[in-house]
């Protein structure tokens, strides 16, 4: 399989951010691509850009009923499913404390309960298939606790022991698992986080572009790896720092001054809207 292969590549939260540039990518290289969004105006205004080979869905990801249709809908469009990227999801930022129980409730429903129905729903379809590529993306912060963003943090967690969970249960079927951890990228999330200062941790490292972890899932797709951190080098670092809760408690107040600054620079920089 080569890049320009022609995948049909349903993608969740695909009207904004990675999901928004990871469908175009994919259409720029000939796939089929469903564009899945509770925003569906959004979702329609990109699949007219990338044109006939594009198709916009409503997709509430805590809906298990428009899951199902969703999926009905792509078949009965394109007669197959290779590649779910279960990319969708949100941050109430705060401390936890501050954060109401609703708002951490919506945290767990779209972030984990979420991808969790996608792969459900979407897994005997594709068995039935015979092939198929169940892609998540998540976050670095599956590694590591964050302050300000614990239940966020925390769902990342537990998305990554689902996800690798049910690949080892799938371990002998004719499906792939991929889960791929980008840094903070620039996108509506991290406009969010820098307006309150309980989530500075989400600043002490450079951002990337949407572009550059859409190409990371487009590769994924060719290549199918198991797990992927951004960067490779820092982000392995980062996973083998968040299994040591010592060093970071120890850690934490020079990493928060370190977000602080960059904060600081990326306002005096007009960045923050």
């Not at 990319?87 to 404390?97: E, P, Q, S």
């Not at 129980?101 to 979420?114: A, D, P, S, W």
Request: aromatic share 4%; net charge neutral; glycine share 10%.
């Amino acid at each position: 399989m080569n890049g320009t292969s022609d995948k049909v590549i349903f993608i969740t939260g695909a009207a904004s951010g990675i999901g928004a540039a990871t469908a175009r990518r994919a259409g720029e290289l000939g796939h089929r691509v469903v564009l899945a969004d509770i925003n569906l105006p959004g979702a329609k205004a990109l699949a007219d850009q990338i044109g006939s080979r594009a198709l916009a869905l409503q997709l509430d990801v805590c809906s298990a009923e428009q899951w199902g249709a969703a999926l009905d809908a792509t078949w009965q469009r394109f007669g197959r499913l290779d590649v779910l990227v279960n990319n969708a999801g949100i941050v109430h930022t705060g401390y936890a404390r501050d954060v109401s129980l609703e708002q951490h409730r919506q945290t767990i429903e779209v972030n984990l309960l979420g991808p969790l129905t996608g792969m459900k729903l979407a897994l005997p379809r594709l068995q039935a298939q015979g092939s198929g590529h169940l892609l998540t993306v998540c976050s670095m912060t599956a590694f590591l606790p964050m302050p300000g963003m614990a239940s966020y943090a925390g769902t990342k967690h537990a998305l990554r022991a689902f996800h690798h969970g049910l690949a080892l249960e799938e371990r002998d079927g004719p499906l792939h698992f991929t889960i791929i951890h980008p840094p903070a990228t620039e996108t509506a999330m991290l406009e969010q986080e820098a307006h309150d200062d309980a989530a500075i941790l989400a600043f002490t490292t450079k951002s990337v572009a949407p572009e550059v972890v859409a190409a990371a899932i487009i590769q994924a797709i060719v290549e199918r790896p198991v797990e992927v951190v951004m960067p490779t080098l820092f982000g392995n670092l980062l996973r083998l720092f968040g299994a040591l809760p010592g060093v970071m408690r120890r850690s934490i107040d020079g990493a928060e001054a370190k977000g602080r600054k960059q904060l600081a620079v990326r306002r005096r920089n007009g960045q923050v809207g």
